[in-house]
């Protein structure tokens, strides 16, 4: 079985900075496509940002030029560097990733989520 659990939320004044980690751990096991939602109450889990395994980006219109998706495929974890936050940034942030195992084939998996709080 494949884990993937997020570390890095917190609370956060508007401006300010935040790193997140996801980083997957099991058996046997083979990334594609990773990347970051958020769920804010009340409303819809949205696609942030997404990274292929070569380093291609996407993201959302919301967050581009204040977020910058990275990952490092050895240390099978992904992370999301969140510039010049704002309130409306407030959300839980999941982990996603396409992974491939000998006992399971190919399917997503999801972490628990993080908390980021933006409010001064």
């Known amino acids: 079985q494949v884990q993937l659990v997020e570390s890095g939320g917190g609370l956060v004044q508007p401006g300010g900075s935040l790193r997140l980690s996801c980083a997957a751990s099991?058996?046997?096991?083979?990334?594609?496509?990773m990347g970051w939602y958020r769920q804010a109450p009340g409303k819809q889990r949205e696609l942030v940002a997404s990274i292929t395994r070569g380093g291609g980006t996407n993201y959302a219109d919301s967050v581009k030029g204040r977020f910058t998706i990275s990952r490092d495929n050895a240390k099978e974890t992904m992370y999301q560097q969140m510039n010049s936050l704002k309130p409306e940034d407030t959300a839980v942030y999941h982990c996603?990733?396409?992974?491939?195992?000998?006992?399971?084939?190919?399917?997503?998996?999801w972490g628990q989520g993080t908390q980021v709080t933006v409010s001064s």
């Open positions: 996603n990733a396409d992974i491939i195992t000998c006992t399971v084939g190919r399917r997503d998996y």
């Open positions: 099991g058996d046997a096991f083979f990334i594609y496509d």
